[in-house]
């Protein structure tokens, strides 16, 4: 754009060329008229001069555009677009702002800082994801998250094409597109493909990466990665290809460059034991690695980079062998460098030694015949038609041959990489769509430009002519959707040159028909492209040389040197050489060279396996052998057009990269390369095309907003906002062609909107003058006054001093004598003082030390005196040391000689025939004594088989003889007698055990004296111990009052400070805890579910209905005491503790399990029967006396006091039952060496021994007890009474004093059981008058085969445990082998990986502890609870005792059993406690959890489920049915937890049952019975406490349930609120007319538009919160948790707008600031109204508060740097500099900061520890608080609406 459309007036500023500066900046300073032959100018450094014009060509100079534009985020938002505004803008944004990315349409300019910048870590990812390309500053990741969508919406493949030369920082942007890819579409499944594809980034950077003089980390190859997703947008894989590697880097480097990282990263690790093999040594010794000088970068650790390589081969799957022998290859080659080639005399042979130590190692590593190697590297063969000719090379051409092999190895390495990397990242899985990453080299021109330039040079033509026709499609198509005229730009069309390269006859062409010369030459080919291209306007022949021809690119004029072309493009390699390498003994050597006259295309290029969709139009043709072989020029040709057809199929997105200076030094800008580079990369032509056209554009409502200032009064107030900015434009702008009205936008000439930023500029100028003049005019007249009073007061003050000061002066006079008299006298006293203190301490001194020399005299004697002492005690004990020594010596020698000897006797005697003789004369003894006694045996034998049939005989005869007794004597009705006699009988051994009970119980008196005094002791220690606390409070008391009070105040601020943090962040380890287990459980039910899907059949069999999923996935254990519930606890450690190996306990569990049912059984029947025996007492006790009732009592007593300690024996069996099931639980999980094994099992072994010995007791009692039954049964009268009384057992049999429920089935049993008894009683009554011998020996009869049977149980049981325990053993041998294999796997991760994971596993093993201390202490306190119960129980038993002792009468026993049993039901009112069938629970929890509306109780009491929740809990508590309980809580928490599942998005109920479960945790808590919870519980309220239960672990349960409802109900309001947040904070006007919108470029906002849909305002904010509000109001949430949310809310909205304005630049400004401050307002203003104040959540706010107010601080002085210090304590250093960085003036009476306040705020703020980081987490959560909110509601008051469907609940 010319200076020929605006007005030359005065102080218009322009741009002239500067021979330095490229562009400098200028000013007019006197009118310009037409016709004159030059411009007066003043430069910026007040330097006057005159700038010459062209008046034939009417060249002027550039303007410059306003300062309000400099530093945008898009150069095309310039009024004024050329080439110097384009550089000043990228110059400001890059040194001033640090700004590295800038738009320029649809180009993203990046500029290499050489510094790294935290502008790359993953909050900011997740900052720019889901984002709009113009709502947020520019990035790599904007226009990688721009690919992304219009991947997604489209349905269009994508490409970014990221370009620049060397150094620019092409393959850094690359690297940071690809892991936003990897971050924002992760794999969707486990194979982790997105971090292969990063890591193949180290590995293409050590093989192909290399340093240059103008960068350390040059990429010497072109590369296109297509990542491939699918139909969600996951990456599934990816593909790579590669293109013109520079091979000839192999064996040369300049100077001050170096080879491929790789050969430095070995030889820097060649002291590793895996590579001695390779025998490799410094770098500094091989001459491929040598010849650039210097082999290390700074800052480069080459070894580390190795370690990293090899981690990234590992990563994707190339084998260690595969490895091993890259490493050989690559070492090869570097040996194949150091050749030692001898020339011989006539120079036209060499020779190789065959003790060349190089050689050999080259051979060695490759596996290749020495002597062939030998021979054919001095060697070549000619084929002719007759015969073969083999002949000698040249010196030359022996280091020719052998660096051309050294290229070939390494180019065909690294096409294997490719390929294989290519394979470790292809899938199987269909590819939806890619986005392709172009990593190429930009234009290249050296001194010396040779084949490798010219082929990037071409590249870089065919890129530019598409990037041309791609952005001159979206100009039209920007025209034609806006409707606007189109007429034809000419842009530059660089197609010639192309047709100058690739065309038929082209350079290319002419090269290789070169090629196929026999005797071809580069002076030859050259000679022929001067005869073809002379006449071509892009071709020029150089005038002083014939060896090299220029070719006009479109970016400037290359020189390129004829020599090597021809050598470069036919790439020879010897075939004899290869031939040798085909041979070679490793398999993947000599697969490099194999089918290479097929592969040779591909692999020249290295182009790898690629697989692209796009095919090419022209065919390949296959070479026909090898001398018609693609050159290097027609394969790169060839794979050009391919990725150009790729690249025409996709959406192109392009990253200029522009290297600032060429020394490396960051954040230093070269106008002179930045210029040229901006020329060869194409960004001035994006500039020229848009500038040809309108390249200002407006939308409508932002061009209303920011010019209406020019409108009228009339105007503004119309509605339709398009006819209003028609009528001002044709108003303002006079001519037509200046403007341009579209559907949506106004597009303006070049210049236009400069224009009326002018006329805007003085409209406010204007409006400026007449405000100061005002004000002014204001403000001196208030001066004035001023002045004026304040002169008469001065006056009156001045006067008064006058007379004070005479006054002062006299009594300071008078006061001066009195001191001088005090002070003299002070001074002579204190002289004296002195003087006798001084007299006084010399004295003190000299006389102790007198003393002190004859005490340390004395000292040295008395010393001296012991060392004698101890001298000759040691000489003494020497020497009788050393005597006994010496003597047992020569015993031991005198005794081993006296062994010898009789040793050597008894060896001879041995031998002896005569010492055999007697040995066999006692053998014979013995077997003739054996075999008398075999005889004697038999005899005997006989003999009792004939005394056994007489007794057989006799027994009959006896037994018939008894039969006809009994019946005589059951006619003599003696029965009566009889049973008197029995009776008396049992009433003595009753009266035997009342005096042991007597005696037990004196026993537990003297425990229970011993504890007494036990506790008054330890009462009397506590007394002394807290009276000694009192004394040091007292103390401490005293030191507080003497210290400051600031000071004391301020430190125990700082330690509550530091508590609350500490416990803040203990909640929030623990929270997320919470949060990490709730992802895993619902990452368990997704995956359960699944497999439930998959695996479902027929046959499926499912879990038990009673373990549920909390069960399964809670870390708590059941609180069931029964049998059942005991197992489920067993199941359920063993899946807590997560092994196998755990179950060998299983076995031992179920069979003891078993047995202590048995004795439950035997105890029930055992009660059944004394039951029966009690109410046949009744019968016979008529007749007796009253002591004969009042020992019947005491017999009764003594029993139900027996059958009471059976009870409590069998639960402490079950508790140690619990405590070995536990223990083996928790040993299986430790399996670290054989010594836990041997614990666990020894421990096993001991559980076992006390239980076998328990039960033996329990045996010898039951035994006992059956035995006084049988006696009792014998009293029956007639079998009539017989069957009443069964029917009475089997109807009412009950223990008076046991609270446990009779199953029916065992009830039956226990009645069969005395049927047998019964019978058998009979058939044994004939033994004696009674019947007692028969009862007791088949009594005996039936334990001992018990016995026997469970002794042969337990010996089975016991082989199977050890057996068990053996498999137990092998089983945790192989476990430990495989984490030995894992702990040598894990040695091969880098050290970060290593250390991460040992962090891991500490972190693991120190939860794992915690949780085990956790739980060991609650099982503590909860046995430390039932001790204090089970006492405080037999205290009041032995009172009941002592109390029955006292009663006689049978009546009042009997009326104290009823009243016992009405204790449990006399009340009749409702007591607030639902009862319900079991049947009935899954119905309960449907129609009161899972299908319940939170509207069907919206008007009744809040929270009504939680507390009909709880009272169906209290009446399972109060029938003491601990499984209903179990089953009823579990089935609570799982339905809660289906409920919030499906309704996962819903926030009224999220929050319905966030408030249910905290007012059920709260209902346990206030009635669990614990003091601390009922402080506030009335009468009524402590009558509905629990009784039987402690539900303290549920409690857990319920608080851990609580926090994963708080987190998913602030995940769904966060959700809702997120997408308001930026719109109504940033971009809406509160204050209308405030904000002042800036031209915009290529991409506008996305919320810029008035009538978006995505536009909210702060109302609509304060709308949605006041919704959450009342919703939680509404349904009883706790107001503390109400505080909690919000406060939260409130800082999800402060990060996210703090992170917005962090990374916008377009709202850092002054008005914005006023607009955040009123919106701020408003909230707080809101958290008043809603009496929300005290939440904290207005402290939330402050960082974003802090940043408005640093938009709106005066920035210019120091006294300001301080002040903005002090005031923004919340933001960080990196947050308020990126602020001053980006703060933009929206009009120009702002000033910018400038660079000097930048540097002086840094410089206050360098003392500060902030974090790095520099956006805020907004994904962070607080640690979350419920605390105990107890509520006032009675259980009896609350009523079931018949709208639940709750009927089957009954009221008790």
């Known amino acids: 754009m010319g200076f020929t459309t605006v007005r030359k007036v005065q102080y218009t500023r322009v741009w002239i060329p500067d021979p330095d500066e490229v562009w400098k900046s200028a000013e007019i300073i006197k009118d310009y008229k037409e016709g004159d032959k030059s411009l007066h100018l003043k430069l910026e450094d007040e330097t006057i001069c005159e700038y010459p014009i062209d008046l034939h060509g009417n060249e002027l100079p550039f303007l410059r555009n306003p300062d309000i534009l400099v530093g945008e985020n898009d150069l095309t938002a310039l009024s004024y677009l050329h080439e110097p505004a384009v550089l000043h803008n990228l110059k400001v944004r890059f040194l001033e702002s640090n700004h590295i990315y800038t738009y320029c349409g649809i180009v993203l300019v990046a500029i290499n800082p050489y510094e790294q910048l935290p502008i790359y870590e993953q909050d900011v990812i997740y900052a720019y994801s889901g984002q709009n390309m113009g709502d947020m500053d520019p990035h790599i990741f904007a226009v990688a998250e721009e690919a992304y969508k219009q991947m997604a ?440 060279f194999q089918d290479e006259k097929d592969s040779a295309p591909a692999a020249s290029v290295g182009k790898g396996t690629s697989k692209i969709s796009v095919r090419s139009a022209r065919p390949v043709v296959k070479a026909a052998n090898k001398e018609h072989k693609k050159t290097v020029g027609h394969q790169f040709r060839n794979s050009l057009h391919l990725l150009m057809e790729t690249l025409n199929a996709t959406t192109p997105h392009y990253v200029r990269c522009i290297k600032p200076n060429d020394e490396k030094l960051p954040f230093k800008f070269d106008p002179k390369r930045a210029v040229q580079q901006l020329r060869a990369c194409g960004v001035l032509e994006t500039i020229r095309i848009s500038a040809a056209g309108f390249p200002s554009r407006w939308s409508y409502h932002d061009f209303f907003n920011r010019y209406r200032v020019l409108m009228k009064k009339r105007d503004v107030s119309k509605n339709d906002k398009k006819q209003i900015c028609r009528a001002l434009l044709e108003d303002l702008i006079k001519d037509p062609d200046k403007f341009q009205f579209g559907r949506t936008k106004i597009f303006f000439r070049a210049g236009q909107v400069a224009y009326l930023e002018k006329l805007r500029a003085d409209k406010f100028r204007a409006a400026t003058i007449m405000i100061q003049k005002t004000v002014r005019g204001w403000l001196q007249r208030v001066k004035y ?250 103390e401490l008391n005293r030191r507080i009052l003497s210290q400051p009070q600031d000071e004391f105040a301020r430190n125990t601020g700082e330690e509550d400070l530091q508590m609350k943090k500490e416990l803040e962040e203990e909640r929030s380890r623990y929270q997320n805890l919470v949060k990490e287990y709730s992802r895993l459980e619902q990452r368990y039910d997704n995956l359960r579910d699944e497999i439930t899907i998959i695996k479902q059949a027929p046959g499926h069999r499912r879990n038990p209905s009673n373990q549920s999923s909390l069960e399964s996935d809670s870390n708590y254990p059941s609180i069931s005491t029964s049998e059942l519930g005991d197992t489920e606890d067993v199941i359920q450690q063993v899946e807590e503790a997560g092994m196998e190996k755990a179950a060998m306990d299983m076995t031992l569990f179920l069979k003891l399990q078993k047995r202590v049912r048995e004795l439950e059984q035997e105890r029930k029947k055992l009660q059944t029967q004394l039951e029966k025996k009690e109410q046949e007492g009744k019968k016979a006790q008529v007749i007796e006396t009253k002591m004969e009732m009042a020992s019947d009592h005491e017999d009764f007593a003594y029993n139900s006091l027996k059958r009471q300690e059976l009870e409590s024996e069998n639960k402490k069996l079950k508790n140690e039952l619990n405590e070995l099931r536990k223990a083996i639980a928790e040993r299986a999980t430790q399996n670290n060496s054989s010594n836990d094994i041997q614990d666990s099992y020894s421990l096993l072994l001991n559980q076992l021994k006390s239980a076998n010995e328990e039960l033996e007791v329990r045996k010898e009692e039951v035994l006992i007890l059956r035995t006084q039954i049988m006696k009792a049964a014998q009293q029956k009268e007639t079998g009539k009474n017989m069957v009443i009384e069964r029917a009475s057992i089997n109807t009412h049999a009950s223990w008076p004093n046991s609270d446990k429920h009779v199953d029916q089935e065992d009830a039956i049993e226990a009645y069969q059981g005395m049927c047998e008894t019964n019978r058998k009683t009979e058939d044994w009554g004939y033994l004696n008058e009674d019947g007692e011998l028969g009862l007791a020996y088949q009594g005996l009869k039936q334990v001992a085969r018990l016995l026997e049977a469970q002794l042969q149980d337990q010996r089975r049981e016991h082989e199977e445990e050890v057996e068990t325990l053996k498999n137990q053993v092998e089983a945790m041998k192989e476990e430990m082998e495989k984490q030995q294999q894992a702990f040598l796997q894990t040695l091969q991760l880098s050290p970060e990986a290593q250390v991460e994971f040992g962090l891991q596993q500490e972190i693991t093993r120190l939860t794992n502890e915690n949780l085990d201390l956790k739980e060991l202490l609650e099982k503590l306190e909860k046995n430390e609870k039932k001790l204090k119960k089970q006492l405080k129980i037999y205290m009041k038993k032995v009172q009941d005792f002592e109390a029955s002792q006292a009663t006689v009468q049978m009546e009042r026993r009997r009326h104290e059993l009823n009243r016992q049993v009405a204790v449990q039901r006399k009340e009749k009112d409702f007591q607030g406690m639902l009862e319900y069938y079991k049947e009935d629970e899954p119905l309960l929890v449907r129609n009161l959890i899972t299908d319940l509306k939170p509207q069907t109780v919206s008007a009744t009491v809040p929270c009504l489920p939680a507390y009909i929740l709880y009272m169906c809990i209290r009446h399972a508590d109060y029938i003491n049915d601990d499984q209903k309980v179990h089953s009823l809580l579990t089935s609570t928490i799982n339905g809660i937890k289906k409920v919030l599942k499906k309704h996962n998005e819903d926030f009224q109920m999220t929050s319905f049952w966030l408030a249910n479960t905290c007012r059920l945790l709260h209902c346990l808590k206030q009635y669990s019975g614990d003091a601390g919870f009922m402080t506030q519980n009335t009468a009524k309220q402590n009558e509905h406490c629990l009784k039987n239960f402690d539900l303290t672990e549920y409690r857990q349960v319920l608080s851990d349930l609580s926090i994963q409802i708080y987190q998913q109900l602030i995940k769904i309001a966060e959700g809702i609120l997120q997408p308001m947040i930026v719109s109504a904070m940033l971009e809406n006007e509160s204050i209308q007319g405030l904000s002042g919108v800036k031209p915009m470029g290529y991409r506008n906002r996305s919320s810029s538009l008035a009538d978006s849909d995505s536009s909210y305002n702060l109302d609509a904010v304060i709308r949605q919160m006041n919704v959450f509000y009342n919703i939680m109001c509404d349904q009883g949430l706790d107001p503390e948790i109400i505080q909690q949310v919000f406060k939260q809310l409130f800082y999800m909205i402060n990060a996210v707008t703090l992170n917005n304005l962090l990374l916008r630049k377009d709202v850092c400004s002054w008005s914005t600031g006023m607009q955040l401050r009123f919106n701020i307002s408003q909230l707080e203003e809101w958290l008043r109204g809603k009496n929300l104040q005290q939440s904290g959540a207005a402290q939330t706010l402050e960082p974003l508060i802090q940043a408005a107010q640093l938009l709106q601080l005066k920035k210019k002085t120091s006294e300001d740097a301080e002040a903005i210090c002090s005031l923004c304590t919340s933001l960080t250093t990196q947050q308020i500099v990126k602020i001053l960085n980006l703060y933009t003036p929206v009009n120009e009476f702002e000033e910018r900061v400038t660079v000097a306040f930048i540097r002086n705020i840094q410089a206050h703020l360098q003392e500060r520890n902030d974090p790095p980081q520099l956006l805020l987490d907004f994904k962070y959560m607080f640690p979350v608080l419920f605390p105990f909110n107890p509520s006032s509601i009675t259980m009896d008051s609350i009523h079931l609406p018949a709208s639940l469907n709750l009927e089957f609940l009954n009221k008790v």
Request: charged letters at 30%.
């Open 153 to 592: 919406r489209d349905e269009k493949n994508q490409s970014i094409i990221v370009s620049g030369e060397s150094g620019a920082g092409k393959t850094v942007s690359a690297k940071y597109a690809m892991r936003f890819f990897a971050t924002v579409g992760g794999s969707a499944s486990e194979t982790n493909i997105e971090a292969k594809v990063l890591a193949s980034s180290p590995i293409m950077e050590a093989i192909g990466n290399a340093k240059t003089t103008r960068n350390d980390n040059s990429s010497r190859f072109g590369k296109y990665i297509q990542i491939g997703f699918d139909k969600r947008y996951h990456i599934i894989g990816a593909n790579m290809r590669t293109y013109l590697l520079e091979k000839s880097r192999v064996v040369f480097q300049a100077e001050d460059e170096r080879n491929y990282h790789i050969f430095y990263q070995l030889c820097a690790s060649a002291s590793l034991p895996e590579f001695k093999d390779l025998a490799l040594t410094c770098a500094e010794d091989f001459f491929y690695a040598s010849q650039g000088g210097d082999a290390s970068i700074e800052g480069v650790d080459d070894a580390e980079d190795l370690e990293k390589t090899r981690h990234a081969f590992t990563l994707l799957g190339v084998k260690e062998s595969h490895q091993t022998t890259i490493f050989r290859i690559i070492a090869a080659i570097l040996h194949l460098g150091n050749l030692d080639i001898q020339a011989e005399r006539d120079g036209d042979a060499c020779s190789i030694s065959s003790t060349d130590e190089h050689l050999n190692t080259f051979c060695s590593l490759l596996g290749v015949e020495h002597s062939q190697m030998q021979h054919w590297l001095c060697h070549r063969k000619l084929v002719t038609t007759a015969e073969t000719y083999v002949k000698s090379m040249s010196l030359q051409q022996v280091l020719n041959a052998r660096d051309a092999l050294a290229k070939h190895i390494y180019a065909q390495l690294f096409n294997w990489i490719v390929q294989h990397i290519n394979k470790a990242l292809h899938t199987t899985v269909k590819q939806h769509s890619f986005i392709g990453v172009l990593d190429i080299y930009g234009f290249e021109t050296f001194e010396v430009n040779s084949f490798e330039q010219f082929c990037i040079n071409y590249a870089n033509e065919k890129l530019q002519q598409q990037f041309n026709s791609h952005v001159f499609k979206l100009e039209q198509e920007e025209y034609m959707k806006e409707e606007i005229p189109w007429t034809l730009i000419d842009f530059y069309d660089n197609q010639p040159c192309i047709d100058l390269i690739e065309a038929k006859l082209g350079i290319l062409d002419l090269l290789d028909e070169e090629c196929k010369v026999p005797k071809g030459t580069d002076h030859n080919w050259a000679q022929k492209l001067y005869d073809r291209h002379a006449g071509s306007q892009h071709f020029q022949k150089p005038r002083m040389s014939n060896s090299s021809f220029i070719v006009v690119h479109f970016a400037d004029k290359v020189e390129y040197q004829c020599e090597g072309f021809l050598e470069k493009n036919r790439d020879t390699v010897y075939e004899e050489q290869i031939n040798i390498l085909k041979a070679s003994k490793y398999q993947m050597v000599a697969d490099l």
């Open 785 to 1034: 006054q001023r002045l004026k009073r304040a002169a008469i007061v001065i006056q009156r003050y001045a006067r008064g001093h006058l007379a004070r000061r005479l006054a002062e002066h006299l009594r300071r006079t008078r006061a001066a004598i009195i001191f001088q008299k005090q002070y003299r006298m002070l001074r002579i006293r204190q002289a004296f003082q002195r003087i006798r203190s001084a007299t006084i301490t010399i004295q003190a001194f000299a006389r102790g030390m007198f003393v002190r020399r004859v005490y340390r005299k004395m000292l040295v004697e008395h010393k001296a005196t012991i060392l004698q002492k101890y001298v000759r005690a040691w000489l003494a004990r020497t020497r009788f040391l050393r005597i006994r020594r010496a003597t047992i010596v020569l015993q031991c020698y005198y005794r081993r000689m006296k062994a010898r000897q009789e040793l050597k006797a008894l060896k001879i005697e041995a031998r002896s025939a005569q010492h055999l003789k007697k040995l066999n004369i006692g053998m014979e003894n013995k077997v003739v004594q054996l075999q008398r006694k075999i005889d004697e045996q038999n005899k005997e034998y006989k003999l009792l088989n004939e005394q056994l049939s007489t007794l057989t005989s006799a027994h009959l005869s006896e037994v018939e003889k008894l039969k006809k007794e009994l019946e005589q004597y059951q006619q003599c009705h003696q029965g009566d007698g009889n049973q008197l006699v029995s009776l008396q009988e049992e009433m003595e051994s009753l009266r035997l055990e009342l005096e042991k009970a007597h005696g037990e119980r004196k026993v537990v008196e003297d425990s229970y004296v011993k504890e007494k005094d036990l506790l008054r002791k330890r009462i009397s220690d506590l007394e002394e111990e807290n009276a000694l606390l009192k004394r040091e409070k007292e």
